[in-house]
C-alpha cells in the first residue's frame, strides 16, 4: 500500500466513521437519557435515505430543485417523524421493561420495511450526486478523490462539533448530560422531561435521517440498508459506552478504521474484525471506553 | 375436588402429546411440515428460555449455537450414505457446547445490555466464519444429501427417511427437552437460577457462587439450541448462514417474550404464535397479492400483543383474573405490585439503575412470588437456608 492509497483509505476510514457517528449519537442519547432500546433506528437512516430518493424528483418538479432544499426538507420531516412518533409511540415505552421495548421496535422495524416496499418497491436505486459537488480532487499523481465523499464528512465533523457545543455550552445541553447521567434526579428539580425526551426523540430521529439523505448519494437505497447500520451503531454505542457523546464519536472512529481497513487488508476476515475489537473492549472496560453518570 | 383437578392435570401433557404423535395419521404433507417447523423451533425457544426466564440472561447472540449444530450436521454427515445418528447429534451438541463454554466464560464477565451486545457480538463471528469463508460452503451454504441413521449392528431401530418417522423423533426430542427443563427448573439448580435472575447480589451473599451457575445454565442453553440446530439441518438438508443471523436471535428472542418468559409452556406458546401468525399472513388465499407484504401485519401484531399483554400470552390467564378481581373489589394489590417487581429485577436495565436496584432488591425479594409460580417460591425457600452450596 503505497502513500495516496493510505491516504485514501484513511479519508474512507473518516468518512464511514462520521456516517456511523450521526446515527450512533442519536442512538446513544436515546439509549442513556430515554433508557430505550431503540431497534428502529436504523430504520430513520433507511427513511432517510429514501427520502432523498424520493425527494429529489419532486423538489426539482416544484421548488427548482438544489441539493440543500432536499436536505433541508429530509430534515424538517425528519424532526416531524421524531416529535409524532414519540408522542404516538415511544412515550408508551418508558414505563415497559428492556425486552419488551426491543419486542416492541422490532415491529416497528417490519411496519417501516415493509411501508418502504409499499411505497418505493424492492429495488435497488441510485441518487445523483448534486452537480455542484460532482468533480474529485487529484491525491498524488494518478488518483483522485470525489468532492462528495469530502463533504459526507465536512458534515459529519459540522454536526459533532455543533452537539460538542450544545451538550456543553447551552442550558438544553446540561439538562441533556443531566438526564444522562441521573434521570429520576432531573425529574424531580422540576425539568420538564416529557418535553426533554421529545426533543431528545426527534434530534436522534433527524441525525439518523441525515446521516440517511447524506450516504444516499455514495451507498445507494436498498432494502434492508438500515439493519447493517443499525448492528454496527449498537457495537459503536456500546464500546463508546452509553450515553456518552464523546466515546460514540472515539467509537465510531475506531470501528470505521478497523472496517475500512480490515477489508483492505484482509478481505475474508473483514467481517469479524469489529466484533473482535468489541469483544477485547468490552471484556478489558466492560461498560465501554466512556461511561457515563 | 382439588384431587381431581390434579389428576387431570397430569393427564393433558400425556393428552395432548398422544394427539401430537397421532397427527402425522392426518397425512397432509404441509401441516406435518409445519408442525416439524413449529417443534424445532419450540426447542430453540425453550432453550432460550432458560436463559432469559430462567437465569435472567438475555442473550442476543442465541442464533449462534442454532447455527453451530446445523454446520455440524451438514460438515460431518458423509456425502454419499447417511452418517451415524448418534455420533453425528454428539458432534453437533458438542460443538455447539464448546462454543457456549468458551464465549460465555468471557460474555458472562458483562452484565445488563452490554451482555446482549457481547453474545451478539460472538454470534456475528460465528456468522462471518460461515459466511465469508470456504468451511461451510460460505455464503451459498450446503447440502446434506442423506438424513443420518442409527445402526445397531446392522439393525436400524428406525428410519428418519420416513417423514412420520422423522416428525415422531423430533416430537420425542421436544418432549424430553421439556422434560429435562422442567426437571431442572424444580431442582436445587434451578431455585438457584431464578435468584441470580431476581437479586444475584443476594444469591452472592447468601454464598453462592453465581458464575458457575450462569455458565452451567449457558452452556446447557447454547446444547439445547444445538439440538434444535441439528434437527432443523436435517428437515431441509440444505444448511446456510441466514440460520445465524441475529434477525434469527432475534425472532427466537421474540418467541419466548411474547409467550410469557418465566413459564416453559410459554416460549412453546410464543413459538406457535409467531410461526403461525407468519404462515397467516403469507397465505396468499387469505390475503391474495398482499401476502408478500407479510411484514406489516406482522410488524402491527407483535407491536399490539406486547402493548396488550405485558406478561405474555401465558401470563393472559392471571391477567384476566386479576381484572376479574379489580371488578369485584377485591383488593388486587399485592398481585399488581408483584408482577411488575421481577421483570423490572431480570430485564437487563442499564448501568444507572444498578445502584437503584439493589438498593430496592432486598424489597422486591420480600413480595416476589409473582402469580404463582413454583421456581420463586423455591428460590425464596432455598434462599432461606443459611449458606447454599459454595458457603
Excluded at chain 1, 430504520?43 to 432523498?52: E, Q, R, V
Excluded at chain 2, 466464519?129 to 450446503?142: A, L, P, R, Y
Excluded at chain 2, 406458546?269 to 408478500?292: M, N, P, R, W
Aim: some cysteine; overall charge positive.
Amino acid at each position: 500500500m503505497d502513500t495516496s492509497t493510505f491516504l485514501i483509505q484513511c479519508l474512507n476510514a473518516l468518512q464511514h466513521g462520521l456516517l456511523l457517528f450521526l446515527v450512533a449519537s442519536g442512538l446513544t442519547l436515546i439509549f442513556g437519557i430515554m433508557g430505550i432500546i431503540n431497534l428502529a433506528h436504523g430504520s430513520f437512516y433507511m427513511i432517510g435515505a429514501y427520502m432523498a430518493f424520493a425527494l429529489n424528483p419532486l423538489v426539482e418538479r416544484w421548488l427548482g430543485g438544489g441539493f440543500v432544499t432536499t436536505l433541508v426538507l429530509c430534515l424538517v420531516l425528519a424532526i416531524v417523524l421524531g416529535y409524532v412518533l414519540e408522542a404516538a409511540f415511544f412515550s408508551y415505552l418508558y414505563r415497559r421493561d428492556h425486552l419488551q421495548q426491543v419486542l416492541m421496535t422490532y415491529g416497528l422495524i417490519l411496519v417501516f420495511e415493509e411501508i418502504r416496499s409499499l411505497l418505493v418497491g424492492n429495488d435497488v436505486h441510485g441518487v445523483p450526486v448534486p452537480a455542484w459537488l460532482a468533480g474529485s480532487v487529484p491525491l498524488g499523481d494518478i488518483l483522485t478523490y470525489p468532492v462528495y465523499r469530502l463533504f459526507i464528512s465536512a458534515i459529519g465533523i459540522g454536526v459533532a462539533i455543533l452537539l460538542y457545543w450544545v451538550l456543553t455550552r447551552t442550558r438544553l445541553g446540561m439538562m441533556v448530560r443531566a438526564g444522562a447521567s441521573n434521570r429520576e434526579m432531573i425529574g424531580s428539580l422540576g425539568i420538564d422531561i416529557n418535553r426533554l425526551y421529545r426533543i431528545v426523540f426527534a434530534a436522534g430521529v433527524a441525525l439518523a435521517a441525515l446521516a440517511g439523505t447524506i450516504a444516499a448519494p455514495v451507498s445507494s437505497v436498498y432494502p434492508g440498508m438500515g439493519n447493517s447500520v443499525l448492528i454496527m451503531c449498537f457495537v459503536v454505542v456500546v464500546i463508546g459506552g452509553i450515553g456518552s457523546i464523546r466515546g460514540a464519536f472515539l467509537a465510531a472512529m475506531l470501528v470505521g478504521t478497523v472496517e475500512t481497513f480490515g477489508q483492505v487488508l484482509f478481505p475474508s476476515a473483514a467481517g469479524i474484525l469489529v466484533y473482535v475489537l468489541m469483544a477485547v473492549i468490552l471484556l478489558c472496560k466492560p461498560e465501554g471506553l466512556f461511561k457515563q453518570g | 375436588m382439588g384431587q381431581r383437578m390434579n389428576y387431570a392435570r397430569r393427564l393433558i401433557p400425556i393428552a395432548v402429546l398422544l394427539a401430537l404423535a397421532a397427527f402425522p395419521l392426518s397425512g397432509n404433507d404441509y401441516y406435518i411440515g409445519l408442525a416439524i417447523k413449529i417443534m424445532i423451533y419450540a426447542i430453540f425457544a425453550l432453550s432460550l428460555q432458560l436463559l432469559v426466564g430462567g437465569a435472567g440472561l438475555i442473550s442476543l447472540g442465541h442464533a449462534a449455537f442454532f447455527g453451530i449444530g446445523a454446520y455440524a450436521a451438514a460438515l460431518l454427515s458423509p456425502e454419499s450414505e447417511a452418517g451415524g445418528l448418534l455420533w453425528l447429534l454428539a458432534a453437533a451438541l458438542g460443538s455447539a457446547a464448546i462454543y457456549a463454554l468458551i464465549t460465555g466464560a468471557l460474555a458472562l464477565r458483562t452484565r445488563g445490555v452490554y451482555f446482549i451486545m457481547v453474545t451478539l457480538a460472538f454470534s456475528q463471528m460465528a456468522y462471518y466464519v460461515f459466511h465469508d469463508t470456504d468451511i461451510g460452503g460460505g455464503s451459498d451454504g450446503i447440502y446434506l444429501y442423506f438424513r443420518p441413521q442409527m445402526s445397531l449392528a446392522g439393525w436400524m431401530p428406525f428410519d428418519l427417511e420416513n417423514p412420520g418417522v422423522y416428525y415422531l423423533f423430533v416430537l420425542v426430542c421436544l418432549a424430553l427437552t421439556w422434560g429435562f427443563l422442567a426437571m431442572l427448573g424444580r431442582s436445587p439448580f434451578g431455585a438457584a437460577l431464578t435468584g441470580i435472575r431476581l437479586n444475584e447480589q443476594r444469591m452472592r451473599a447468601a454464598g453462592y457462587s453465581t458464575f458457575p451457575y450462569k455458565l452451567t445454565a449457558y452452556v446447557i442453553g447454547a446444547t439445547l439450541a444445538g439440538l434444535a440446530g441439528f434437527l432443523y439441518a436435517l428437515k431441509d438438508g440444505f444448511v446456510t448462514p441466514e440460520l445465524l443471523t441475529w434477525e434469527q436471535s432475534g425472532l427466537v428472542l421474540l418467541m419466548v417474550i411474547l409467550g410469557g418468559m418465566h413459564r416453559l409452556g410459554g416460549a412453546v406458546l410464543g413459538t406457535v404464535t409467531l410461526i403461525l401468525l407468519q404462515e397467516l399472513f403469507q397465505s396468499q388465499a387469505l390475503f391474495g397479492d398482499y401476502a408478500k407484504h407479510w411484514h406489516l401485519p406482522l410488524g402491527l401484531t407483535i407491536i399490539a400483543l406486547v402493548a396488550l399483554l405485558p406478561n405474555g400470552l401465558a401470563g393472559l390467564p392471571a391477567q384476566w383474573r386479576e381484572r376479574r378481581e379489580t371488578r369485584r373489589g377485591t383488593s388486587a394489590a399485592p398481585h399488581s405490585s408483584a408482577s411488575t417487581v421481577p421483570s423490572s429485577a431480570s430485564a437487563g436495565t442499564g448501568p444507572r439503575a444498578d445502584a437503584s436496584r439493589s438498593r430496592t432488591a432486598s424489597s422486591s425479594f420480600a413480595i416476589a412470588s409473582p402469580t404463582g409460580t413454583s421456581n420463586n417460591a423455591a428460590a425464596a425457600q432455598s434462599l432461606s437456608i443459611p449458606g447454599g452450596p459454595h458457603a
